[in-house]
């Protein structure tokens, strides 16, 4: 940081605004943090839409468009990528340092040497890059965590409990939505709901007997 950034207040500053520090272009991402900035040639971290820690460089920024040229070098995206994103976009940001920037640099070094990477992405192909993660990890976080289920209580006993809570939900909702409630005769639907969830609290108890 030189005398220039310290000379600007968080109350001149604007997100997207351009300056020169240290000789190097940068685009103020978050005034309200004493100015918090992204400077061409950083090693950084950073996360987007809760896409969690990216490792990446910042190799342009435009203050015409408060726009911020990324590329990526470890995270759950391609490896070698240029996004480019609103400054907007962006969640948490920080520089790297030591050694940490050291082994980005290396790392980006062998990643263009093979070749990898791209004259730039788009942030609505970027989005979808994002969505698609969190999709993966969503699916395998509920795969892992069915075979938890199924391994502590049965896969049979797993089902019929999600049932009964579901039978269970609807008649709780049922019977408060009803306009004429505790009526001596329930309504059609009440009373359907309700051999339901007896029927499956009979089918869970005889398979907990079975498996005791």
Same mark, same amino acid.
């Given at each position: ?28 991402? =978050? ?45 759950? @995206? ?66 892992? @965590? ?33 306009? =004429? =409630?505790? =009526? ?29």
């Amino acid at each position: 940081m030189n005398l220039e950034e310290l000379l600007f207040k968080p109350a001149q500053l604007h997100q997207g605004e351009v300056r020169h520090l240290d000789g190097k272009k940068a685009i103020c991402l =978050r005034p309200h943090e004493g100015g918090k900035w992204a400077t061409v040639g950083r090693y950084v971290n950073f996360t987007i839409d809760g896409s969690g820690y990216v490792e990446g460089k910042c190799v342009n920024v435009d203050g015409a468009t408060k726009t911020v040229w990324l590329q990526i070098i470890r995270g759950p @995206f391609i490896p070698g990528t240029v996004i480019k994103l609103p400054v907007s976009k962006l969640g948490r940001y920080y520089e790297a340092s030591g050694e940490e920037a050291s082994d980005l640099e290396e790392a980006l070094s062998s990643l263009l040497e093979r070749g990898i990477g791209d004259d730039g992405m788009s942030l609505e192909a970027f989005e979808l890059m994002i969505s698609s993660a969190r999709e993966k990890r969503t699916a395998e976080h509920q795969a892992a @965590f069915l075979k938890q289920m199924n391994s502590l209580i049965g896969a049979e006993t797993y089902q019929l409990l999600g049932k009964v809570e579901a039978l269970y939900r609807d008649l709780l909702n049922s019977v408060g939505n009803d306009s =004429r =409630r505790y =009526r001596d005769v329930p309504t059609p639907h009440i009373a359907k709901v309700t051999r339901n969830l007896r029927k499956a609290l009979a089918h869970l108890a005889k398979s907990l007997r079975e498996e005791c």
